[in-house]
């Protein structure tokens, strides 16, 4: 199409799909994705989550770590790191170059 721009999608993908050799295949064919992990994985202190995030009134403190490596070939991904209200932590692994913003808004959509 003559002036169309390629629009790239990016999977919302439940964390019972989580697994690193589907995610890298994922990425390998050159789909956006995030998830959830799952637990169990490292706590980190308060101070850790150091930048912010509004959506739609709420205000949302989060961080975001290098990429990890997934091990055994597999390649590296975001993860971005988010406390909630009742003090558990959501991870969120992602192969996006969306804004951390929009992987979040994404994320939480689904609950909504």
């Known amino acids: 199409m003559a002036g169309a721009q390629r629009t790239k999608?990016?999977?919302?993908?439940?964390?019972a799909g989580v697994f690193a050799t589907?995610?890298?295949?994922?990425?390998?064919?050159?789909?956006?994705?995030a998830t959830y992990e799952r637990p169990p994985y490292a706590k980190l202190l308060p101070s850790a989550f150091?930048?912010?995030v509004t959506i739609?009134?709420?205000?949302?403190?989060y961080?975001?770590?290098r990429?990890?490596?997934q091990g055994k070939g597999r390649g590296r991904v975001r993860r971005i790191a988010l406390p909630m209200e009742d003090g558990k932590?959501?991870?969120v692994p992602a192969n996006s170059a969306a804004p951390a913003q929009e992987v979040i808004e994404a994320m939480l959509s689904r609950w909504s």
């Open 9 to 15: 999608v990016m999977l919302i993908v439940d964390r």
């Open 50 to 52: 150091d930048q912010e």
């Open 56 to 61: 739609g009134t709420e205000v949302m403190r």
């Open 67 to 69: 990429r990890k490596n």
């Open 22 to 33: 589907e995610l890298s295949a994922l990425r390998e064919a050159g789909f956006e994705f």
């Open 89 to 91: 932590l959501v991870k």
């Open 63 to 65: 961080t975001e770590s």
